[in-house]
């Protein structure tokens, strides 16, 4: 390389030395070299280190272990039974053991935001869950196997995506006024609420199918079912994990709209919704017995928004990028 340096200096015009380098100060790099002993890693390891750098997951994870075990313990938070209410304390102000006061009927306020605590994450969670096994089966299978199966489970979701879930689980629940069991208002959420699930199952699969491991895994003489299930499922699950995050926002919302309305959970349930809708008569008088249960489900629902948004950017490369 000395002497093709000399060579080119010796017949370069008068001028031109200068843009000849020598070898030893620009050395050769290899620009795309993997570095061999790095880690492994995978989506969820390069997911969990964002997550953890994430100010807004910290935040929403702090409040959701909170909510979940407000939940789990009311016992701990009070001491009152929510459904024990006197007319003698009917809009008493707040006191020592009732932080919030008394409602119209004389219910101690803290006590049955506390409790209603349970009542609106497990609707949440449930509906969550099956809106999410419920969905991503149609659209995994609508995806994978295409032709008739795709055009039957496609149609039948443009069916139930046309009707408004709100719309339709009011339709629904007034059909079933007898049933006061907390399962109606869940399953009545899954029968119209997993389509967009659905949707993006669909989608996801459809691009899974195509990868190398697939047509790899079908030449060593997997099975079609066992392709969909052990290998393009898992690969799949991105997108659908944040979709069911967000949702469960949305359920909570959902099931307390419902019971503001009157045909959710039944009177004798506490839940937020139904609290809001009986402070709804005495707003006047004492606005701050609608304010806590409606302030207990804004911060729930923002804490499981908040969490959706840090999950799908970690889950999204391009953002981590």
């Known amino acids: 390389m000395t002497d093709m340096n000399e060579t ?22 290899d620009v795309d070299s993997v570095d061999e002993s790095a880690p492994a890693s995978s989506l969820w390891a390069d997911a969990w280190r964002t997550l953890r750098k994430n100010p807004m ?107 408004p879930i709100l719309l339709g689980a009011i339709v629904v629940l007034q059909m079933f006024k007898t049933n006061d069991s907390i399962w109606k208002i869940i399953l009545v959420m899954t029968l119209f609420g997993w389509t967009s699930v659905a949707r993006i199952a669909r989608g996801a699969v459809m691009e899974a199918k195509n990868l190398e491991f697939n047509t790899a895994s079908t030449a060593l003489g997997s099975t079609p079912w066992r392709n969909l299930f052990r290998h393009i499922l898992p690969n799949s699950l991105a997108p659908i994990i944040v979709v069911g995050t967000t949702s469960l926002a949305t359920y909570i919302v959902l099931e307390a709209t419902l019971s503001f309305l009157g045909v959710g959970l039944p009177t004798t349930t506490v839940s937020w919704g139904g609290d809001i809708s009986n402070a709804q008569s005495i707003l006047r008088t004492d606005p701050m017995v609608l304010f806590y249960p409606s302030a207990a489900l804004a911060i729930t629902v923002l804490a499981f928004i908040m969490m959706g948004d840090a999950v799908k950017d970690a889950l999204d490369p391009k953002s981590r990028a």
């Not at 080119?8 to 790099?29: C, D, F, W």
């Not at 910290?58 to 272990?65: C, D, E, G, T």
Request: glycine share 10%; aromatic share 10%.
């Open 57 to 163: 997951f910290i935040i929403s994870a702090v409040l959701i272990v909170f909510i979940i075990f407000v939940a789990l313990f009311p016992g701990v938070m009070t001491k009152q039974n929510p459904n024990y209410c006197t007319l003698e304390n009917s809009l008493e102000p707040a006191s020592k053991g009732h932080p919030f006061g008394f409602d119209l009927q004389g219910c101690d306020v803290y006590s049955r935001v506390v409790h209603g605590t349970r009542t609106s994450l497990s609707v949440g969670v449930f509906a969550t869950v099956l809106v999410v096994l419920l969905g991503t089966l149609i659209g995994a299978l609508s995806g994978f196997f295409g032709g008739w199966v795709d055009t039957i489970l496609s149609r039948l979701t443009d069916i139930f995506l046309a009707l």
């Open 8 to 29: 080119n200096l010796s017949h370069a015009l008068p001028g031109q030395e200068r843009y000849v380098a020598p070898l030893e100060e620009t050395p050769l790099k």
